[in-house]
C-alpha cells in the first residue's frame, strides 16, 4: 500500500506558479507510475501528469508547456511546478499511484490509479 500526501495548493493570481509536492511512503521496489489530476465541482477528472520510474513523463495538452512533473528519488517525493497559471486551472490536485509499465503509464489513465491522496486545492483567480 503506497501512502501519499500532497501539498503545495494555495490560491494565487492568473500568470501566478506555484509547486505542488507529493511524499509517498511504503514506496514499492517495482516500477511504478505516479501522477496528478485534478476535479473540479460539477467536472470530470482530468489528468494533468504522470511520471514513470523509467524517466518517462506525460502531459495534458492544457498544460504542456506550463507545467513540469519531476521526483525526487531520496525522499520518494513527487513534484508538479505549475507556472503561467490560468483560472481554468483551478481545482483540487490529487497524487496517484500505480505499478504499471511505463508504455501504460499515461496521464488519461491517471484518475483511476490504485493509489489517491487527500488531495490539495489550488484556486487560480484574476
Known amino acids: 500500500q503506497v501512502l501519499l500526501v500532497e501539498s503545495g495548493g494555495d490560491s494565487v493570481k492568473v500568470g501566478g506558479s506555484l509547486k505542488l509536492s507529493c511524499a509517498a511512503s511504503q514506496y514499492p521496489r517495482s516500477e511504478i507510475c505516479m501522477g496528478w489530476f485534478r476535479q473540479t465541482p460539477g467536472q470530470e477528472r482530468e489528468g494533468v501528469a504522470t511520471w514513470h520510474t523509467t524517466g518517462a513523463t506525460d502531459y495534458a495538452d492544457s498544460v504542456k508547456g506550463r507545467f513540469t512533473i519531476s521526483k525526487d528519488n531520496n525522499n520518494h517525493t513527487l513534484y508538479l511546478e505549475m507556472n503561467n497559471l490560468k483560472p481554468e486551472d483551478t481545482g483540487i490536485y490529487y497524487c496517484?499511484?500505480?505499478?504499471?509499465?511505463?508504455?501504460?503509464?499515461?496521464?488519461?489513465?491517471?484518475?483511476?490509479?490504485?493509489?489517491r491522496g487527500q488531495g490539495t486545492q489550488v484556486t487560480v483567480s484574476s
Open positions: 496517484v499511484a500505480d505499478l504499471r509499465a511505463s508504455w501504460t503509464c499515461r496521464v488519461a489513465g491517471s484518475p483511476f490509479f490504485s493509489h
